[in-house]
């Protein structure tokens, strides 16, 4: 039997870690390892039991979830791990700040238990995660914004665009741009769950990429899809 997806749930509220390990070890496939209610607790846990995902709160005392995820990020040893954030704000300056210090997704505490299961399953599959309005306005923030002389490489891709790119790698990313899983993507392009990932990882290499969330930024630099197509995934 595969082993289940193991979560750190990082949050200063008692009430609320204990809610969200009820909710992770009600759901198939999925264990709550541990808890902390510190920044720098989440980093000892971490090392200590190597989760595949922390489920990251941002604003506690004892150091922060934005530093915390930047120490896991960097820490060779937690390279399997990835870090979705939860919080109760969707602050533009948070979502900046978590991306920079190599969050794989940002969600709000209001999501629905299904949603937030879901949520963690992506994230360990690889694919970053966003709540739709935090996308879109993610996305908005990167567009209007001028073009830097020097790219950022936590915020975009390194300037490679759609001409080293095949057919097919182009209309997936334009589906990673829309905001779509990679379920979504094999099932609106009629090809296997495998090509999909196939064709994803040489996006990040083409690309230049670090992260899913730097594919949807490219899909946008590069006008594969414009504003109206992420706010329509906001609303469906």
């Not at 200063?12 to 390892?33: E, F, K, N």
């Not at 505490?109 to 739709?132: C, N, Q, Y």
């Not at 790698?169 to 589906?175: A, F, G, H, K, S």
């Not at 990429?209 to 414009?226: E, M, N, P, S």
Request: charge should be neutral; charged fraction near 25%.
């Amino acid at each position: 039997m595969t082993a289940p997806v193991g979560v750190l749930v990082v949050d200063d509220q008692p009430l609320i870690r204990h809610s969200l390990r009820i909710v992770i070890d009600g759901a198939p496939g999925l264990s709550a390892v541990g808890e902390a209610d510190t920044g720098a607790g989440a980093v000892r846990q971490a090392v200590l039991l190597r989760p595949d995902v922390v489920l990251m709160d941002i604003r506690m005392p004892g150091g922060d979830g934005i530093e915390a995820t930047s120490l896991i990020a960097a820490d060779s040893v937690l390279s399997e791990t990835r870090v979705l954030v939860l919080s109760m704000f969707e602050l533009d300056e948070y979502v900046h700040a978590a991306l920079r210090a190599g969050a794989s997704g940002f969600l709000l505490k209001d999501a629905e238990p299904a949603r937030l299961v879901d949520a963690i399953r992506r994230t360990h599959a690889g694919e970053s995660l966003f709540a739709p309005s935090i996308l879109t306005r993610l996305v908005a923030h990167y567009v209007d914004q001028p073009r830097p002389r020097t790219p950022e490489p936590a915020s975009r891709p390194a300037g490679r665009g759609p001409d080293v790119l095949t057919e097919r790698e182009i209309q997936v990313l334009t589906q990673v741009g829309r905001g779509l899983s990679n379920t979504e993507i094999a099932r609106a392009l009629t090809i296997s769950m495998g090509t999909v990932k196939s064709h994803i990882g040489r996006l990040l290499a083409k690309l230049h990429a670090r992260d899913r969330a730097q594919l949807v930024i490219a899909a946008y630099d590069h006008r594969l899809v414009g504003r109206g197509d992420t706010e329509l995934r906001a609303g469906e």
